[in-house]
């Protein structure tokens, strides 16, 4: 497994990523969870795809905060530093699924204790045990967090949740939508064409994203606005929504939120 992630000489980072690369046993929990999630259910791909998006997403979102000097909850609360806040970001983004091995629903609980070992044994020989514990802590916050129904309390879980939704571009649902799972889920997700990230004007943050079709206004609304609600940078990013298709009546081009 390889991850495409610029670590900018940041040598904690790289180490981190390095190891996960190398990691059978994780390997196997992502292998296990698109089991579930893919052949057992019919979903979209909840495995070593959907991680990979998601740390990407979740790294380039706050790099654009930090830049415009938004500080990450553990540089705030507990004087660590902003790679520190990459580390807590990238394995959130890595191990917040692998409870779907177990099942889907309330994944998120299974998902911690599956991680514990993994996070000890990826922070072990980088940081020293006071950090690593924090870290880890931090991380498992993050992760059962990123359901809506849990309030994210640092802005590094914030940002998993919100990088959790934004992996919506249409290729995802094809599963279940050739599967038979033909509903406004599977129908919305089909019209989002294209998501992108960015450096915003107003905010540090601004993501457009293009839709073939209106359907898609559900995707954004019942899936990408709730997730934003309650976190710590929903302040600090901009969505815009273009609606490019031609095929349908149309209603609106556009929204922005």
Known sequence: MHFRIPTEKKEKLKDIIERAEKDEELETYLRASNMIAIDRLGYSDHGPTHIKLVANIGLKILRLLTSRGVKASVVRDYGMTNEDAEVIV???????????SVHREKHEDYSVPLAIPLIDRFLKGTYNQREATIIKTETLHAMVAHQREMKPLTIEAGILRVADALDM????????FQAGEVNIHSVSALAVENVAISA???KPVLVRITLSNSSGIFQIDEMLKKKMEGTLIRNYINIEVKIEGEWEKRIIDELNF
Not at 169 to 176: E, M
């Open 90 to 100: 990238f394995l959130s983004s890595v191990l917040h699924d692998i409870g779907h």
């Open 169 to 176: 571009k249409k290729g995802r649902a094809r599963i279940p």
């Open 200 to 202: 915003g004007v107003e």
